[in-house]
């Protein structure tokens, strides 16, 4: 029949009603976008399986030295384990608290766990007296200085840092990764975009070609200008793959984990070890300091002979483990790496079926023949001259434009994680202009900019899209954003009036 009635394909003589159209149409439009969905799930996948595979080697090397520690010393220590459980129970948590993605201040955990260990530990290795309250917070002080468990809190509290910093930023890059990609894959497609994907997928059937494929470069302009706000996040998504996989080798190498937080319960026994082979001169010096406190009548402790044991324990290694995972992750997430601008090319390919680039056979928008116009770039600002899709440069689409800034974040703390520095993370759903978004270098170069002393510089607070237990609510005592940032989310609040 005549085909003045289409609103869409040529207006030749067709095979299509208005009713048929409008049916391809919607079923252009829905098959498009599960295109779009499927591809993202794919790679929501492999994210999630990498997650999935460090958490648990993570979780398992952390519960094994709970495990360790909790089998060898009753036997060894008496008391002064069993009158202290609650201690080392306390650490752990609050070590798992921080990895999941707590609001805590690792030093400050790792510090009060050596003060409330040596509290407990003085009264008990000295049960001949009555030692109060305020006695034992002058013992603190004057303890601090004599070394009382060695140089043991401060080696493992710049160690165990580190590698606690790259593991959290580590896990939570893979999630926000796959977040994004989430995100951005349920953004729905522009009127102007289903048209053309329309007359590119459904538009033969009209004319009767419907085993005629589109030509493969049309078919990459029309993907290109759908996707074209899609396409910008391809430099963050490098990237974010690019500062994960930096941060792997810091895991598997300068700040190994497996070394580290395998053989916590080890470090803990060797500090016990040096506080009692230095007992008589600790007590001394703090008695020195604080005065000899009064003689308690309950006497000394029958325990005392367990109490002053070595305990035995050995540190089973899983670097081997390690290492395979950091290698399979590096793998994929250089595959990973330029998965936004080889988007067009692989729905082409696989799944629109487009024919080859030097088919002069195939559908060109209007028939079967040859297609003449260039392929244009990537990304919005190349579209303003796409011979398929009307495609605004002037109005990005917003929730794509916030999912580049929440790469941005995530760079800039795997940035800092790389040279051993925290940052907090507060939610960022409310307000996207959080406290900075990052300089989005993925090499030393960012960190170096950034660094300041891990042992003594206080965490800075970033924004991080919401995550099911790893979205936190809260921030460190001081924000300590650069320069830079600042500048960055005063623009972005500013671009964000503009495009409105």
Same mark, same amino acid.
Not at 140 to 166: C, M, S, W, Y
Not at 371 to 377: A, D, Q
């Given at each position: ?48 399986? *990498? &997650?999935?595979? #460090?958490?648990?080697?993570?979780? $398992? =090397?952390?519960? @094994?030295?709970?495990? /360790?520690?909790?089998? %060898? ?71 601090? *200085? &004599?070394?009382? #468990?060695?140089?043991?809190?401060? $080696? =493992?509290?710049? @160690?165990?840092?580190? /590698?606690?910093?790259? %593991? ?333």
């Amino acid at each position: 029949i005549l085909g003045e009635h289409l609103r869409i394909c040529p207006q030749g003589y067709t095979c299509c009603t208005s009713e048929m159209e409008e049916n391809f149409a919607n079923k252009s439009r829905s098959e498009f976008e599960a295109m779009m969905k499927e591809a993202g799930r794919s790679v929501q996948m492999t994210l999630t399986a *990498q &997650h999935r595979s #460090f958490d648990s080697y993570f979780q $398992d =090397l952390l519960n @094994k030295s709970e495990k /360790a520690l909790y089998d %060898a010393f009753p036997s060894t220590y008496g008391e002064l384990y069993s009158q202290n459980m609650k201690v080392f129970k306390d650490l752990y948590s609050e070590l798992r608290r921080y990895y999941r993605g707590s609001n805590i201040n690792l030093e400050e955990a790792l510090n009060e766990f050596w003060t409330h260990l040596l509290e407990r530990l003085f009264k008990l290795m000295n049960p001949q007296y009555h030692i109060t309250d305020e006695y034992l917070d002058c013992m603190v002080k004057h303890a601090e *200085q &004599h070394k009382p #468990f060695g140089e043991v809190p401060r $080696d =493992l509290k710049v @160690k165990a840092t580190r /590698a606690f910093i790259a %593991a959290r930023s580590y896990a939570q890059g893979f999630l926000v990764g796959s977040d994004v990609v989430k995100k951005v894959s349920q953004v729905s497609l522009s009127h102007e975009c289903t048209r053309a994907i329309m007359k590119l997928m459904y538009c033969p059937h009209c004319r009767g070609m419907s085993s005629v494929k589109p030509c493969n470069n049309y078919c990459l302009n029309v993907v290109k200008g759908c996707l074209a706000n899609q396409a910008d996040l391809n430099t963050e998504w490098k990237y974010l793959m690019d500062s994960l996989v930096i941060v792997a080798d810091r895991i598997d190498g300068p700040y190994n984990v497996d070394t580290v937080i395998g053989t916590i319960h080890m470090r803990i026994a060797e500090a016990i070890s040096n506080l009692q082979e230095n007992k008589d001169s600790i007590t001394a010096k703090v008695f020195q300091g604080c005065g000899n406190p009064k003689i308690s009548t309950k006497g000394s402790s029958s325990d005392d002979k367990k109490r002053r044991g070595k305990v035995a324990l050995e540190a089973k290694s899983s670097a081997q483990a390690l290492e395979m995972l950091v290698l399979d992750a590096k793998g994929n997430l250089t595959a990973l790496k330029t998965y936004w601008i080889t988007l067009p090319s692989s729905l082409c390919s696989k799944k629109v079926m487009a024919s080859s680039a030097a088919d002069d056979k195939c559908w060109n928008g209007m028939t079967k023949g040859s297609y003449l116009p260039e392929v244009m770039g990537d990304g919005l600002a190349n579209q303003i001259n796409n011979p398929e899709v009307e495609v605004d440069i002037t109005k990005p689409d917003m929730t794509i434009r916030q999912q580049i800034m929440q790469l941005k974040i995530m760079t800039n703390r795997l940035g800092n994680a790389n040279i051993g520095n925290d940052v907090d993370f507060q939610d960022a759903s409310d307000d996207m202009s959080g406290s900075g978004s990052g300089d989005s270098c993925p090499d030393d170069v960012c960190g170096k900019r950034l660094s300041k002393s891990p042992s003594t510089r206080q965490p800075e607070t970033h924004a991080i899209p919401k995550q099911s237990g790893h979205g936190i609510n809260g921030s460190s005592s001081r924000s300590l954003p650069s320069a830079f940032l600042l500048l960055l989310s005063v623009a972005f609040i500013a671009t964000q009036h503009l495009w409105r």
